[in-house]
């Protein structure tokens, strides 16, 4: 069974233009969690998506946006984008809503000049 | 300040050492879970729990809800140990997910 997927892998993008990234979840798995991980820290949660609704969202300013498409694929958008953007997006997908275990994606490191 | 807090924030230890490293939060949870992150970024769930303790292979994670605090212990440890670990808690309220720093372990041969 293919596990979570992302895409890009790698992506560059110059201050104040517009990122779009993608993740499919495993089979089965009905919610998508994003998380940034800036360059020597531990992950920061963006956003939870379970049956295409939002279920949690963390402390980040409204240029992030994201959606969840009937197949459970979900995106992540970045629009304006600053220096400070620039660290490796991280995408887990789940059964269910909350108490279970997250599988993630080997995620996308974008790098803002 | 951090919801999570981990110790120590590096760690080199000789093969065959057990090791433990600490996780301590401050917000009310629901599960805790334990991560391994390899360079490169690929993250690995290790352990997700609640209460008590669970055992895989030579790894072993503990919890206590009264004193908001676990520990993850590698025994006998191996070169392929070698990553970064990651405590995340996901809060029993407005559903966040909290993570530690990480705790970059290794092990020489």
Same mark, same amino acid.
């Not at chain 1, 104040?16 to 993740?23: A, D, E, K, S, Y």
């Not at chain 1, 998506?49 to 240029?63: A, C, Q, V």
């Not at chain 2, 303790?53 to 206590?64: M, P, Q």
């Given at each position: 069974?293919?596990?979570?997927?992302?895409?890009?892998?790698?992506?560059?993008?110059?201050?104040?233009?517009?990122?779009?990234?993608?993740?499919?979840?495993?089979?089965?798995?009905?919610?998508?969690?994003? @998380?940034?991980?800036?360059?020597?820290? *531990?992950?920061?949660?963006?956003? +939870?998506?379970?049956?295409?609704?939002? #279920?949690?969202?963390?402390?980040?300013?409204?240029?992030?946006?994201?959606?969840?498409?009937?197949?459970?694929?979900?995106?992540?958008?970045?629009?304006?984008?600053?220096?400070?953007?620039?660290?490796? @997006?991280?995408?887990?997908?789940?059964? *269910?809503?909350?108490?279970?275990? +997250?599988?993630?994606?080997?995620?996308? #490191?974008?790098?803002?000049? | 300040?951090?919801?999570?807090?981990?110790?120590?924030?590096?760690?080199?230890?000789?093969?065959?050492?057990?090791?433990?490293?600490?996780?301590?939060?401050?917000?009310?949870?629901?599960?805790?879970?334990?991560?391994?992150?390899?360079?490169?970024?690929?993250?690995?769930?290790?352990?997700?729990?609640?209460?008590?303790?669970?055992?895989?292979?030579?790894?072993?994670?503990?919890?206590?809800?009264?004193?908001?605090?676990?520990?993850?212990?590698?025994?006998?440890?191996?070169?392929?140990?070698?990553?970064?670990?990651?405590?995340?808690?996901?809060?029993?309220?407005?559903?966040?997910?909290?993570?530690?720093?990480?705790?970059?372990?290794?092990?020489?041969?």
């Amino acid at each position: 069974d293919a596990g979570v997927t992302q895409s890009p892998t790698h992506l560059i993008k110059t201050r104040g233009q517009q990122v779009t990234l993608r993740c499919s979840p495993i089979s089965g798995h009905k919610s998508v969690s994003w @998380y940034q991980q800036v360059l020597g820290q *531990g992950p920061q949660f963006i956003f +939870q998506y379970y049956e295409k609704e939002e #279920r949690g969202r963390g402390n980040f300013p409204d240029r992030f946006s994201a959606r969840q498409f009937p197949n459970y694929s979900s995106e992540l958008n970045v629009n304006a984008l600053l220096l400070g953007d620039s660290a490796l @997006y991280l995408c887990a997908s789940m059964t *269910g809503a909350t108490y279970n275990e +997250q599988f993630f994606g080997p995620g996308t #490191r974008l790098t803002v000049l | 300040k951090n919801e999570v807090e981990q110790s120590p924030q590096n760690l080199t230890a000789q093969e065959g050492e057990f090791i433990t490293i600490n996780c301590s939060y401050s917000v009310g949870i629901s599960a805790l879970h334990w991560l391994q992150q390899h360079p490169g970024g690929g993250i690995v769930s290790l352990f997700m729990l609640s209460s008590g303790k669970k055992k895989h292979g030579r790894l072993i994670a503990t919890i206590n809800i009264q004193e908001k605090h676990s520990s993850l212990h590698i025994t006998a440890s191996h070169p392929r140990d070698s990553a970064v670990y990651i405590c995340a808690v996901r809060s029993n309220t407005g559903n966040q997910f909290y993570f530690g720093t990480g705790t970059s372990l290794t092990v020489i041969p």
